[in-house]
């Protein structure tokens, strides 16, 4: 017998919109979850912005569910009095040669319906952000912070109203088709593992959805899900630091990353990050400090005054990337793979930035596609 319509595995931001979506519009949901609570993963672990739109290719699910996430999700955050606060942030381009690339980034996000970003004069800039030193810089006012934990709550609470079960300490290990259903394998902490029948199925396992897609029978090379781990270290700008800043300040985006970028979170704490390191370990969450020298030098481009014992360093996350080193731009991976014999089992893999400003339209896509 089929216990429940659909068992969404794992409560990260991804997962609980997905559940959100799906019991709001009717559907039995359990959402498994191998932590003690939710929102333990990825999501944890991240810079908290919004982000507008600006640097995905037109047309991309990157680009239309960060656009379609961020109007949702500010909206969702005012209603459910989730805090958030749209700051607005400047690109800045510090050489001559990255002027170009700002109007090119300017034209991408008018395209992509990134807000009404505009072009500041070095001046302009100095005025808005007396710190920072560009040759020009865009300005995105709908760019923005979230208590990503916040939201994540408010999104689970959502999930119960409509009658989802949350399952915390089930982590789910194994994956198998039973007629028209899935038969999901729980290891329930201390007791003994358990069956769930259940018609369909959303691997929202963040960091761990390739082995479980395996065991659903799928080949990571075959369907370009293969993950490249990639570690993003932060470093924090000690309180009494004289450095204030009113905005989220990025560098012209390089060698397919955001830059080290300024964050401000919403206590107004500044933080410098996310580097990016491929890396094979799962669970390596140490910064280290000789890191930052290259954070130093690449952060006194637009912030000249920065002093090196300012910094220090902070945590780090790992982003479930599905580029190899060197690869070009991968688009998230949202679909279920029923012409490989995998109907009702929708992926969400690769989800890396803007997962979270893009998690309520990821939500409703899973939902539509089920
Ligand atoms: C360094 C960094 C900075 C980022 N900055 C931003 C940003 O500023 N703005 C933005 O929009 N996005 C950002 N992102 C992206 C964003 O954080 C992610 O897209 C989003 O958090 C992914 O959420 P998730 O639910 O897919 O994964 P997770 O949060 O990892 O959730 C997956 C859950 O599944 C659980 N799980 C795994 N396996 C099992 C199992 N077998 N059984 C049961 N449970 C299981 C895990 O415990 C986990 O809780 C950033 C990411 C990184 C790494």
Redesign the pocket.
């Known amino acids: 017998m089929r216990e429940v319509d659909v068992a969404v595995?794992?409560?990260?931001?991804?997962?609980l919109a997905a559940a959100a979506a799906l019991s709001g519009a009717g559907q039995s949901v359990v959402i498994?979850?191998?932590?003690p609570s939710?929102?333990?993963?990825?999501?944890?672990?991240?810079?908290?912005?919004?982000?507008a739109g600006l640097y995905y290719p037109p047309g991309s699910l990157k680009a239309e569910l960060c656009v379609e996430g961020r109007r949702a999700l500010y909206a969702w955050c005012e209603e459910r009095r989730v805090g958030y606060r749209k700051l607005g942030k400047l690109v800045v381009a510090t050489r001559e040669s990255e002027v170009e690339i700002l109007g090119e980034l300017l034209e991408r996000g008018r395209e992509n319906g990134a807000g009404d970003v505009s072009w500041l004069k070095a001046g302009e800039v100095s005025q808005l952000e007396p710190a920072v030193l560009s040759k020009a810089a865009l300005h995105s006012p709908e760019t923005g912070i979230v208590d990503a934990q916040g939201l994540c709550f408010s999104l689970l609470a959502e999930s119960e109203t409509h009658g989802a079960i949350f399952l915390p300490r089930?982590?789910?290990?194994s994956l198998s088709r039973a007629g028209p259903d899935w038969l999901l394998g729980v290891r329930l902490e201390g007791d003994e593992n358990q069956l769930l029948r259940c018609g369909s199925v959303v691997l929202?396992?963040?960091?761990?959805y390739e082995s479980?897609a395996s065991r659903a029978g799928l080949d990571a090379d075959q369907h370009h899900f293969r993950q490249f781990p990639c570690k993003?270290d932060y470093f924090s700008l000690i309180p009494s630091a004289p450095l204030r800043l009113q905005r989220l300040i990025y560098p012209v985006p390089s060698d397919g990353g955001l830059g080290i970028h300024a964050t401000l979170d919403l206590g107004g704490a500044v933080r410098f990050g996310?580097d990016a390191e491929y890396v094979d370990a799962l669970d390596d969450w140490v910064v280290s400090p000789e890191k930052a020298v290259g954070f130093l030098s690449a952060i006194r481009r637009y912030l000249p005054s920065i002093q090196s014992d300012w910094i220090r360093p902070d945590y780090a996350?790992?982003?479930?990337r599905l580029s190899a080193p060197g690869e070009g731009f991968r688009d998230f991976l949202i679909e279920e793979p029923s012409p490989a014999g995998c109907p009702g089992l929708i992926l969400?893999v690769g989800?890396?930035?803007?997962?979270?400003?893009?998690?309520l339209a990821i939500g409703k896509r899973v939902a539509g596609l089920l």
């Open positions: 595995v794992g409560a990260g931001v991804v997962g498994l979850e191998q932590q939710a929102a333990r993963g990825i999501t944890s672990r991240n810079s908290e912005v919004v982000h089930h982590e789910v290990f929202a396992a963040g960091l761990a479980l993003g996310p996350g790992l982003r479930p969400c989800i890396e930035s803007p997962g979270l400003t893009a998690a």
